[in-house]
């Protein structure tokens, strides 16, 4: 007989009491520190005023316990809401125990209460862990990704000087700029380049084909700011044409852990070391803003061979995969009942 109880509950700003938030603060303590993530606050007062801005802007938050014994919690966050039809709930792990089809029960009852317009929610499944539901439920596998990651200290050091050095030389009619906000004046060329580049992207994922709009990406960037996320750029241009970005997410208070995103150029402007040339520069403007850097991650679609051979040769190292488990609304309800 199992007698397992599982509660789960949403973290509400009119609702929540100071203690609370003092427990809420504690488990996210708990998960830090059995996974060795980064706690991005210092108190329980900082992650009341970060999480209280996430739900302003449409975040669910919950707390998950077992027969009254905290094991975690979970983020749920709308993504693609500029595309009906495609739109869905991201599901953010933050489980202290394996993700179970019990557990699964009580996030699909969640989601349904959390949004009526989402027709999807995205589980993701680290090395093979939540592949489970495949079968239990019928999920359907979206992206697959490899997991990269490069320790500072075993970084191609001389390679990447090497690299800055050359392609500096090589692009002496190229224009390398770094920025943290896109100027207004160049906003919808970004968002033109950066959406062109997003389809181009040899993956399998509709998730990530989908239009930068600036408005969007302005209002982003002023929330991420309110959580002391920012985003470095480096961009080239031909002429005062963009031609090439990457760009890379960092949390000021917490430098040891950054995390590589996109990089990209034109098609006519590939197989050059433009890539090369950015990627370079963005390490040796991280080291030096930031000698306590540890580590970056990104992740990288298999097809994007460039990408990882690039990524290797600068030191990343392979260090898994992640799948996106994509489960319909129908699916769920038939699942629940």
Request: glycine content about 6%; some cysteine.
């Given at each position: 007989?199992?007698?397992?109880q599982?509660?789960i509950?949403?973290?509400e ?8 938030w ?8 708990m ?17 009341k ?12 938050f ?9 094991i ?15 739109q ?24 349904l ?17 939540n592949d489970?539901?495949v ?48 100027p ?9 380049v950066?959406?062109?580049?997003r389809?181009d ?11 930068a709009?600036p ?15 920012y ?6 241009f ?8 990457t ?6 208070n917490?430098p ?10 034109l ?35 298999p ?24 489960i ?10």
């Amino acid at each position: 007989m199992n007698n397992t109880q599982i509660n789960i509950r949403r973290i509400e700003k009119e609702t929540y009491s100071d203690q609370d938030w003092k427990n809420y603060f504690k488990i996210r303590e708990m998960y830090s520190e059995k996974f060795g993530k980064p706690m991005f606050f210092k108190s329980w007062e900082q992650l009341k005023e970060l999480t209280n801005l996430w739900i302003e802007d449409g975040g669910g938050f919950y707390t998950v316990h077992e027969n009254n014994k905290p094991i975690g919690f979970f983020v749920f966050v709308i993504q693609l809401k500029e595309y009906k039809e495609r739109q869905y709930v991201f599901y953010r792990d933050g489980l202290l125990v394996d993700f179970s089809e019990e557990i699964m029960g009580k996030i699909g009852e969640c989601f349904l209460d959390y949004d009526s317009s989402s027709n999807y929610l995205l589980i993701q499944s680290s090395n093979g862990k939540n592949d489970f539901l495949v079968e239990s439920i019928n999920a359907e596998i979206g992206d697959n990704i490899e997991l990269w990651s490069l320790n500072v200290k075993q970084a191609k050091i001389e390679l990447i000087n090497d690299w800055f050095k050359t392609y500096t030389e090589k692009f002496e009619n190229y224009e390398l700029r770094h920025y943290e906000d896109i100027p207004d004046d160049l906003l919808n060329e970004y968002c033109s380049v950066l959406t062109g580049l997003r389809y181009d992207m040899p993956t399998k994922s509709e998730a990530s084909k989908r239009e930068a709009d600036p408005t969007e990406l302005r209002k982003r960037e002023e929330h991420n700011k309110k959580n002391n996320w920012y985003t470095y750029r480096y961009l080239v241009f031909d002429e005062g044409k963009l031609i090439g970005m990457t760009n890379l997410s960092l949390n000021k208070n917490k430098p040891e852990i950054m995390y590589q995103n996109m990089t990209g150029t034109l098609k006519k402007y590939r197989r050059k070391g433009i890539g090369k040339w950015m990627k370079s520069a963005m390490f040796l403007r991280l080291i030096k803003e930031f000698p306590s850097l540890e580590s970056i991650d990104t992740r990288v679609d298999p097809e994007n061979i460039g990408s990882i051979e690039l990524s290797r040769k600068m030191g990343f190292e392979n260090i898994g995969f992640k799948k996106d488990l994509i489960i319909s609304r129908e699916k769920i309800i038939e699942y629940l009942n």
